[in-house]
């Protein structure tokens, strides 16, 4: 319904038998026509008067929006009242005409004005004939607000049917998948630990201890120690929003059960979604996924050692390569030991400052340290690094690479390689005083500006030694010294 409220409504909520004044003469005294103009126009947001045959002789509207918003409305005098309407609301018009010849009280009619721009301009009509001469007047009141309050709440309820359909939709579609998973799926009440459904796959795996009746308390379906330890799951689930899978077994049976369980509200109901999963007999663990069973490969065989450790640098796991690197037999010589006990120089700074970052940044790249062999080899080595979250808690990941080729050998001043770049210098603190690394620098810094006046000078020496001011035979001295050119005697440069 996009129109506004018939008629009928109106005339319920409008119309009431009309009584006449008791002495009119007596209270309204002898007024003239401008003072029952003034009356009508008042009265009423459109006010019509018309003769005998239905011709509008004058008009009086409340406001100047109204007038604008109507169609022709400065042109209706002189016009038929039915023509100012729009089709369907002419029939009314007869009507009201008709009924303002007779004595009956007089009805409330909706019709619609064709409008200057826009939908139809809805006015409700009362009309009544004064005078001797014919003369009917008609009452208009403008509906237009209270049409539109009315479309909006259509819109409102036109709305909320979507979105309950909407609803419905994903509740079919809940329930389809719920009863259709090959997946053992029981929902539990958070507060009373109490099954509130379950789907057939889990009644077909809990067998003869299946849920017989809403309201079982779930923990009764696993045996003693299973039950407990599935409360604790559920437990640490409520508190902290998730917790590491449990590994359990069903009350009467030997097969043992995978148990997850996530947390989530229906209106102002805390429900479990637990998930349970058979363990295939023998398996150790539940079977990953072949991706990433491949992945696990991946990282036990990487030339570069990869080890796992807990919040306080404790290994808990180690890929071979970080086994070789630490000079140690078995992985299981490396677990609960501090990793510091391999990794870092001497002092325990290099990975106090890798947890320190790994804290607060959730990662660490190319950290430049040394990796300390279980017989005293000591190897160069770039760390990166990463903070991951398990069970609730954080634990750090290291990747750590073997270096030691790429770098120059530090050694005496005196019978050193010199660094490539002032990069290559950098990668010297912490291995070097700081004495050392300025004259190393120095000497960085000296080699490229010779190398770069001889590429400026096409490899004219004696321009080369002229553009840096030095004389040719201590340019020629530094070209020694650096070893840079196929050197001829010095007589000859």
Request: with cysteine; proline share 4%.
């Amino acid at each position: 319904m996009n129109g506004p409220p018939g008629e009928g409504f109106w005339q319920r909520r409008i119309r009431s038998p009309v009584k006449a004044f008791r002495a009119p003469k007596r209270s309204l005294g002898n007024l003239d026509a401008e003072a029952a103009a003034t009356l009508i126009a008042a009265s009423s947001d459109i006010a019509l008067i018309l003769d005998e045959d239905g011709i509008i002789r004058d008009v009086a509207f409340h406001s100047e929006d109204l007038a604008r918003d109507i169609e022709d409305a400065g042109q209706w005098v002189g016009k038929p009242w039915i023509d100012t309407v729009t089709i369907e609301s002419r029939p009314k018009v007869e009507a009201l005409l008709k009924e303002s010849t007779s004595r009956a009280d007089p009805k409330w009619r909706h019709l619609n004005h064709p409008a200057a721009d826009g939908p139809d301009v809805p006015v409700l009509y009362s009309a009544v004939r004064v005078g001797e001469e014919g003369r009917v007047v008609a009452f208009g009141r403008d509906l237009r607000a209270i049409s539109a309050l009315q479309q909006r709440l259509m819109d409102a309820q036109q709305s909320m049917e979507r979105d309950y359909s909407r609803l419905r939709h994903v509740e079919t579609r809940y329930r389809l998948l719920f009863e259709m998973s090959s997946e053992a799926v029981v929902i539990v009440d958070a507060a009373s630990l109490r099954v509130v459904e379950a789907n057939p796959a889990s009644r077909t795996m809990f067998g003869a201890a299946a849920p017989s009746a809403p309201n079982q308390q779930f923990a009764d379906l696993f045996d003693g120690d299973g039950a407990q330890a599935v409360l604790n799951l559920l437990a640490a689930v409520r508190s902290g929003g998730r917790a590491d899978d449990v590994r359990t077994r069903l009350a009467g049976s030997e097969a043992d059960m995978v148990v997850s369980a996530s947390l989530f509200r229906q209106e102002s109901t805390v429900l479990f979604l637990v998930r349970l999963a058979p363990v295939g007999a023998g398996a150790a663990e539940p079977v990953l996924p072949q991706t990433k069973s491949k992945l696990l490969k991946v990282v036990e065989n990487a030339p570069d050692g990869l080890v796992v450790t807990d919040s306080d640098g404790a290994v808990i796991t180690a890929n071979a390569a970080f086994i070789d690197m630490a000079q140690i037999a078995t992985e299981e010589q490396a677990r609960g030991q501090s990793l510091e006990r391999w990794l870092g120089r001497p002092g325990g700074v290099d990975l106090a400052v890798l947890m320190s970052n790994l804290r607060q940044r959730g990662s660490v790249r190319l950290f430049a340290t040394t990796m300390q062999g279980q017989y005293g080899t000591s190897t160069d080595v770039e760390v990166s690094a990463v903070s991951v979250m398990n069970g609730g808690k954080p634990c750090f990941g290291f990747a750590i690479r073997n270096v030691g080729s790429r770098l120059a050998a530090v050694e005496q001043r005196s019978g050193r390689a010199l660094p490539r770049s002032i990069e290559h210098v950098t990668e010297l603190i912490g291995r070097v005083a700081l004495k050392d690394l300025v004259r190393e620098a120095t000497d960085v810094i000296e080699r490229l500006c010779i190398e770069a006046a001889l590429e400026l000078t096409g490899d004219n020496r004696a321009s080369a030694a002229e553009m840096l001011g030095l004389s040719r035979q201590s340019f020629y001295v530094k070209l020694r010294r650096y070893g840079l050119g196929d050197l001829a005697p010095e007589g000859s440069g």
